[in-house]
């Protein structure tokens, strides 16, 4: 942390117009959660699934030995795919012949086959005070203690039951669950469960600032989990406590300026004596 904080104080005073006023330290906590998930693989469909669906659409067949003879295939080929397209839900048996699911119909006319789903699980972060998950990994995080947000309390009804399905699907995404390559796309498809496996405290970094150009009080704050300035954090911050520094700083510095002005005329005026 120490060495992080010297970088970004060299960083801020790049800019001559920004005085840093004050520097503290203290850590946002973050929740892991195990996501539980399915996805599905896309692929174009092969020709000989397009041929089958399209001949359980138009006409009436009702075994794999018509089939086959109809379209001078192995029946071996031609049972592998209809076991395939009945466990993925695009063909049925009604009143003993095959007809296309609606979702057998939506497939043939995209020509993409999904395949069965498969189960995976993830750990992910996820912030109450940002209200969302946060990109990092926990292991790398400085074990030193930390003096917790003074926010944090704002958001601590947060329970993992509230997670909204998106920002959990989000939160895969971010994390390359998802994939295209060639005629193959991996998907997301459902969000299972979310649970809670442990808390951590992610260690910031808050620089008050003062431009002067701009007569401007501001915060910075850098998040060690991210690696990145906070712009949640600091509009949070901001937002709570500018007013208040520009009491506190700037009565302090007056007092300052006063009795150095206090102390010089004291001393002119014995020097006049």
């Known amino acids: 942390m120490k060495e992080v904080k010297q970088r970004l104080t060299r960083e801020l005073q790049q800019d001559f117009n920004v005085k840093i006023m004050d520097t503290l330290a203290w850590g946002v906590p973050v929740h892991s959660i195990d996501i539980a998930f399915q996805t599905v693989k896309r692929t174009t469909m092969d020709i000989l699934m397009k041929m089958m669906l399209l001949a359980f659409q138009k006409g009436s067949i009702a075994t794999a030995t018509e089939l086959s003879d109809m379209l001078l295939v192995e029946q071996l080929f031609i049972n592998d795919l209809i076991d395939k397209m009945t466990r993925t839900k695009m063909i049925d048996k009604i009143d003993d012949v095959f007809t296309l699911t609606d979702l057998g119909e939506q497939q043939l006319e995209k020509g993409i086959f999904e395949h069965e789903p498969e189960d995976a ?19 790398e995080l400085s074990s030193e203690k930390q003096e917790l947000y003074r926010y944090q309390q704002e958001f601590a009804d947060w329970t993992v039951k509230s997670l909204a399905k998106l920002d959990a699907v989000a939160a895969l995404q971010s994390l390359g669950i998802e994939s295209s390559e060639g005629n193959l796309q991996i998907v997301i498809s459902k969000i299972v469960s979310a649970t809670t496996v442990q808390t951590d405290t992610v260690p910031c970094l808050e620089f008050r600032l003062y431009n002067q150009a701009e007569d401007v009080l501001y915060a910075r704050i850098w998040n060690t989990l991210t690696n990145q300035w906070d712009a949640t954090l600091e509009a949070q911050v901001n937002d709570k406590e500018r007013k208040k520094w520009r009491e506190d700083y700037f009565s302090e510095f007056s007092k300052f300026f006063c009795t150095e002005s206090e102390a010089s005329a004291t001393e002119n005026l014995h020097f006049h004596k």
């Open 121 to 139: 699980s993830q750990t992910a972060c996820y912030s109450p005070c940002h209200q969302s998950f946060l990109t990092g990994d926990v292991e």
